[in-house]
Nanobody, 120 residues
Framework: QVQVAESGGGLVQAGGSLRLTCTAT????????MGWHRQAPGKEREFVAA????????RYADSVKGQFTISRDKDKNTVYLQMNNLKPEDTAIYYC?????????????WGQGTGVTVSS
């Protein structure tokens, strides 16, 4: 069973940037998907972005398009989330996710989460 662990969260001022990192415990391959969800205070968990491993096809939530970029390092089994021009509403716990490839939005494995706080 693949496990994932994320890092890179923290406190940043509005307009700043952060890069989240997530590494899987096993080799990721083929049509498997790694991605990110987030949960803001008092809100439900939501999809942020994901990437299919083989060809690097990506999907983004409308709320982060043009602001966040997901990428991967296949050799390191690692996925990144580059977050630019951060806003207070981006404050959330960010979860790394893994899917065997069946569903972009309902992953099979979740990380423990890393907190991102954006101050105004």
């Amino acid at each position: 069973q693949v496990q994932v662990a994320e890092s890179g969260g923290g406190l940043v001022q509005a307009g700043g940037s952060l890069r989240l990192t997530c590494t899987a415990t096993e080799r990721i391959s083929g049509s498997q998907i790694m991605g990110w969800h987030r949960q803001a205070p008092g809100k439900e968990r939501e999809f942020v972005a994901a990437i299919r491993w083989n060809f690097g096809v990506t999907r983004y939530a409308d709320s982060v398009k043009g602001q966040f970029t997901i990428s991967r390092d296949k050799d390191k089994n690692t996925v990144y989330l580059q977050m630019n021009n951060l806003k207070p509403e981006d404050t959330a716990i960010y979860y790394c996710t893994f899917s065997n490839g069946q569903n972009w939005y309902e992953p099979d494995v979740w990380g423990q989460g890393t907190g991102v706080t954006v101050s105004s």
